[in-house]
């Protein structure tokens, strides 16, 4: 008795067959292969983060149904003996045929191409005094036979020769074979066997290797303390360097020195010049900058010390200036790199720009002083003596405290005279660094034509 007979409900009535029907069925699901049942429950069918698939799943080879595959002892012999020898091993058989072709490991077997002579070749390009005919065909035996193995052709040559002597007879008669055989030398200079051989030179390698491998710990260990102290030293005189050439004071004490070693001559000017005011020198600066960073380099080319020595001087120059002064060069007859940079043409091409550039500068000035001199003269002439001053000028002067002028009492005369006298030095100037420039500029040329 249940619980559907105590309601008087039927067993099997329209309630159960519509329930059974409203449940959806349960699709089922195949466990994939190389996932335990365990995991595969717990994750639900879920794709898992890492592959869970067995490795040795995916190594293993499909076999087709038709194939057969058995081992058997079967018979084999190699290419690389030459004497036909049988000899037997396991074979994997598919469907009853049994593989053909070479055996597979005859293929590593590689052997050297000694090179053979002939008996005239052999007294007309390899007769040596120190190596007998019977001597040569030996070695040339043995190098064929073990393959170039010089240790052991030296365990089995008849006589007492050195490794050395023996490499140094087999390169030199190949070698001599190689060039004979040749249309021309050109053909083989690439060929390694064309390459001399040096025996000395492999001695003292052996012997050096030797030294290094028998030292002992004690030894070794006093070299690495030596090697240290060479490193710590040469640090420590890199850094010194560095400072003195961070606190260079001026041009002159630090030109030549940064000159000596980069490899041009820097010239400084005369003490006699004495430059107007307006002319520009090259700031101390750039130039030690400009030698710092040469020695830095230690290694490069002359005419690469040149431009940056060229740059710093003219640093401070003008575009268009910088071009006036390539232009004289032009004009001079000067390239603007020297054909043949040596030293010493160097450090005249570099004091001649600065010559140019210092005559430039001049007569910048002197164009400058010569408008002021004008604009003074027509100011002086365009007032007359007679013509009363202005208003303001008059209100002014009555506040002002009387101070005599220059240009009274004889004054005027002094001040033309101090202008005279400027203008004088400055052309005289000029002059001088025209005529150096010129015998620069001669020098320069002779130098030139003989370097």
Not at 96 to 123: C, M, R
Not at 298 to 322: D, F, K, N
Not at 427 to 446: D, E, G, L, M, P
């Amino acid at each position: 008795m249940d619980a559907k007979d105590i309601l008087g409900l039927p067993k099997n009535g329209p309630l159960m067959s519509q329930e059974k029907k409203s449940r959806p069925q349960k699709e089922s699901q195949r466990k994939p292969d190389g996932i335990s049942r365990e995991v595969y429950a717990l994750t639900g069918g879920i794709a898992p983060l890492m592959p869970s698939i067995d490795i040795n799943q995916l190594k293993k080879r499909a076999l087709s149904e038709s194939e057969k595959i058995t081992w058997q002892w079967l018979p084999f012999t190699s290419s690389a003996r030459k004497d036909n020898l049988q000899l037997y091993h396991w074979v994997r058989v598919v469907n009853g045929v049994p593989p053909t072709g070479d055996y597979s490991f005859a293929k590593y077997n590689k052997s050297v191409d000694v090179i053979e002579y002939t008996d005239e070749e052999y007294e007309k390009f390899l007769s040596n005094p120190s190596w007998t005919k019977e001597e040569t065909d030996q070695l040339f035996d043995l190098c064929k036979r073990f393959d170039l193995r010089f240790v052991i052709i030296a365990d089995r040559f008849p006589s007492n020769r050195t490794i050395e002597e023996l490499k140094d007879r087999y390169y030199s008669v190949s070698r001599a074979i190689t060039i004979a055989r040749a249309p021309s030398p050109a053909d083989v200079a690439g060929h390694p066997l064309v390459k001399p051989y040096n025996a000395s030179q492999e001695v003292e390698r052996k012997r050096a290797l030797s030294m290094v491998l028998s030292q002992t710990k004690h030894q070794e260990r006093r070299d690495a303390e030596v090697l240290a102290a060479a490193k710590r030293i040469s640090e420590s005189r890199k850094a010194a360097k560095a400072a003195e050439e961070t606190e260079l004071p001026d041009v002159s004490d630090a030109a030549p020195e940064g000159a000596e070693k980069a490899g041009i001559d820097v010239i400084s000017t005369s003490p006699n010049a004495q430059l107007p005011s307006g002319i520009a020198a090259p700031p101390v600066s750039e130039t030690a900058s400009t030698l710092a960073s040469l020695r830095m380099l230690r290694v490069y080319l002359r005419t690469y010390g040149l431009e940056q020595m060229v740059q710093a001087a003219s640093s401070s120059a003008g575009l268009r200036t910088i071009k006036r002064v390539e232009q004289t060069l032009q004009d001079l007859g000067v390239n603007l790199k020297p054909k043949v940079p040596t030293k010493l043409v160097c450090a005249e091409h570099l004091e001649l720009r600065k010559e140019i550039l210092t005559l430039l500068n001049l007569q910048k000035q002197v164009q400058y002083k010569e408008s002021e001199g004008s604009s003074y003269r027509e100011g002086s002439y365009s007032e007359t003596p007679g013509t009363p001053p202005k208003r303001a000028q008059r209100a002014t002067d009555q506040d002002r405290t009387f101070i005599p002028d220059s240009t009274s009492f004889g004054g005027e005369r002094a001040g033309k005279k101090d202008q005279k006298r400027a203008w004088t030095i400055i052309r005289s100037t000029i002059f001088t660094s025209t005529v150096k420039t010129a015998s620069q500029v001669k020098n320069f040329r002779w130098m030139n034509w003989k370097d």
